[in-house]
């Protein structure tokens, strides 16, 4: 109330009390409601500043001043969607010619076009911040891990915040309406939350992305700019280990000289026992892993890979408190190049490497190889890849597990959604006809649900069970260390075991046998006894999961006694000798395509039950008759595919000049894409324009 001047009798002067009303004085309201909402926003960049603290007046503000925080499965299509192939029944041809197509559907769409109800009032939707982190100090989280989770410090010179939008990957609710569904694999069958979609802005823009532009754009708030140059990853991670160490197993503490070469000397030998399980109802220590991108000297380092990077070590690293610790693990081409023993040498090659990332690099060449593994007569990047991963395990033996992803690959989503979600499926498979199952192309639309295609496999195996993998494997020379089966057969297993086992070896491609086909490497055995006739596994593209156990066991084989075998059979082959777990995990692969699933399903899955592409017509094989197709898929060894959907969600026109910003930015908004990986074969093409400017 406000008192307001009378006239009373003979000018007697009185005052009375007012209330407040839009109708008397809507100024008033309009200054007070500014007011308060300044205040808001004061209160929430403060709050942002600061990190999570224990502030209570921020706490208490922080609802009304922040984005909407969303946690995966939180928001569903409310009309849900069938695995059904509409086209399943459409006439196809032998050779997938007929439908062989571009589906410009995969193009069309963007933000202002999106399956969720928020786009159809004409305003451009707003993103949320996606949090996909465990509920970290929660009662249920201290029941089962040891320690307590601490904020990390970020490269904004305060602790991270996960309802801060600046620290995080924003989404938006839905998906672009219309896009095909996958092919391969599913956002369902490893419970990757596929209801939800990023835009360039919304998934990189806390890493600097476009931040050389003041150009406002729709949905996206600028965040505040980072000197990224005076940034040490490195530094962050070290520290963020050093907050969290009490999660983690005491030996944890990592040798801090990342920035020198991998060294002739092995500082501690790790052991190749097995551990023992954590006894029910006892609290465990965190597995931690080392995440390794693989790059070359020569490389031109572009601002999208240094965004793709930040990206990894922010969502992997520093905001999950050091479960992950991201390296790069580089190849020197020259191999006449001193880097052990000549620090101009080294200094130059470290030179080449943006300054955040100079501490968390590592270098290696060919010579390097042959020293520790002279027994092998080839070290070339196609036949031995896994032998500079194997060296650090040696050199780093506190990690868990080691993650390999090459610098040409992207993923459009939060990173350790995706991890998460491919070592839980992986987690969960049940042993029994696992090696069968792996060599799959899980097509939904013609197999089902995930639930559908395990029944289908396993009624095709149940007469043939005998010829099934059930445990290590014989004939070939190596004496197992691994798990022997609980049961003599497979089938005195009802799916039991298994699950619940972490998996040794986790791919993101089909798992093999290479003996009968044609395809580019089944000869390249060394010193095994048996020779060819040795068993023998593969899976193309060395990016996935390998446990140190694994590795430690190549190591051993080829440093010791020379056994080897090329770079895509090495991993999947180990752990058939050895019996350890080995899980193919069916994310979802889209085909740039009129294909129907009936179709791919048949091409790529060709032979026995028990031995899927395992023959002479396998869609392994080297003969390019099937090329038309793996060139349009959206995760292979070489695509187009993969470039043209990451080059048109980035803003430039495809590699065909197709599409760019002018062509559909008015009328879409924005191009989507959900939470997907993508490998280019080519992506040198695309990384090249990636500094802002339109490829013409």
């Excluded at 928020?118 to 949090?131: A, E, F, M, T, W």
């Excluded at 907050?243 to 070469?261: C, F, G, V, W």
């Excluded at 009802?494 to 791919?507: K, Q, R």
Aim: hydrophobic share 35%; with cysteine.
């Amino acid at each position: 109330m406000d008192p307001i001047l009378t006239v009373r009798g003979k000018g007697l002067v009185g005052f009375r009390p007012r209330v407040l009303s839009l109708r008397s004085r809507p100024s008033v309201w309009l200054r007070l409601l500014a007011c308060f909402l300044g205040l808001l926003t004061i209160l929430g960049t403060f709050s942002c500043l600061c990190g999570p603290g224990d502030n209570f007046l921020l706490r208490q503000w922080s609802h009304y001043t922040r984005p909407a925080v969303l946690r995966p499965g939180q928001y569903r299509e409310t009309a849900g969607k069938s695995v059904e192939d509409l086209g399943r029944n459409a006439e196809a041809d032998e050779m997938g010619i007929v439908h062989d197509k571009r589906d410009e559907s995969f193009y069309l769409g963007g933000t202002l076009t999106l399956t969720s109800s928020q786009s159809l009032d004409g305003r451009h939707p707003g993103p949320v911040i996606y949090d996909p982190y465990p509920d970290y100090n929660s009662k249920q989280w201290r029941k089962t891990y040891r320690g307590r989770f601490q904020p990390c410090l970020g490269p904004r010179g305060r602790d991270l915040d996960r309802t801060c939008s600046e620290d995080m990957v924003l989404v938006y609710k839905g998906k672009q309406l219309g896009f095909p569904e996958s092919r391969f694999g599913s956002h369902e069958a490893i419970d990757l939350d596929g209801d939800v979609c990023t835009d360039r802005y919304s998934r990189f823009g806390a890493y600097g992305y476009d931040d050389d532009s003041e150009d406002d754009v729709p949905g996206f708030t600028r965040p505040p700019l980072v000197h990224w140059n005076e940034v040490d990853w490195s530094d962050l991670q070290s520290h963020c280990f050093e907050r969290n160490a009490d999660r983690y197993k005491p030996n944890s503490a990592l040798n801090q000289t990342h920035q020198r070469p991998l060294s002739f000397e092995l500082r501690e030998p790790p052991r190749e026992t097995f551990e023992e399980p954590t006894a029910t109802g006892v609290k465990r220590y965190h597995a931690r892993s080392a995440v390794l991108i693989r790059a070359w000297n020569s490389m031109l380092w572009t601002q999208n890979h240094r965004e793709y990077l930040r990206a990894m070590i922010m969502e992997l690293s520093l905001h999950s408190g050091a479960e992950y610790e991201v390296f790069l693990l580089i190849h020197v081409k020259d191999d006449e190049l001193p880097i052990i023993s000549d620090a101009k040498t080294m200094n130059n090659l470290r030179k080449l490497i943006p300054p955040e990332f100079r501490n968390i690099a590592l270098f290696f060449n060919n010579k390097l190889l042959e020293a520790w593994y002279p027994k092998i007569p080839d070290h070339s990047a196609v036949l031995q890849h896994h032998q500079p991963l194997q060296i650090f395990s040696q050199l780093y033996p506190n990690f868990d597990y080691y993650w390999q992803f090459e610098m040409d690959a992207r993923h459009t989503g939060n990173i350790y959604h995706f991890l998460d979600k491919a070592t839980s499926f992986a987690k969960q498979q049940p042993r029994k006809y696992l090696w069968e199952r792996n060599a799959y192309f899980y097509t939904p639309g013609a197999h089902g649900t995930w639930a559908e295609f395990l029944e289908m496999t396993n009624n095709s195996l149940q007469d043939v069970s005998a010829n099934t993998i059930w445990g290590p494997i014989l004939g070939t020379g190596i004496r197992s260390i691994g798990p022997e089966p609980p049961n003599p057969s497979p089938e005195d297993d009802d799916f039991d075991w298994g699950v619940g086992e972490e998996a040794d070896l986790i791919t993101f491609l089909p798992i093999f046998s290479p003996k009968e086909t044609t395809w580019t490497f089944p000869d390249k055995v060394w010193n095994f006894k048996h020779g060819l006739h040795t068993p023998r596994r593969a899976r193309v593209i060395t990016m996935g999961r390998y446990s140190r156990r694994l590795l430690n066991l190549i190591h051993k084989s080829q440093a010791t006694q020379g056994l080897g075998l090329a770079s895509e059979m090495t991993g999947a082959s180990w752990s058939l000798y050895h019996g350890l777990k080995a899980v193919h995990v069916p994310h979802p692969i889209y085909a740039d395509g009129q294909w129907t699933s009936n179709e791919l399903a048949r091409i790529y899955n060709r032979g026995l039950p028990e031995n899927i592409n395992g023959g002479p017509d396998s869609i392994w094989n080297f003969d390019h008759l099937y090329d038309h197709i793996m060139y349009r898929l959206s995760y292979m060894f070489t695509t187009h595919t993969a470039e043209d959907l990451y080059r048109r969600w980035l803003g430039y026109r495809t590699a065909e000049n197709e599409g760019g910003k002018k062509a559909t930015q008015a009328a879409s908004g924005e191009m989507v894409n959900m939470s997907e990986i993508f490998l280019f074969g080519g992506i040198q093409g695309m990384i090249r324009n990636s500094y802002g400017k339109e490829s013409e």
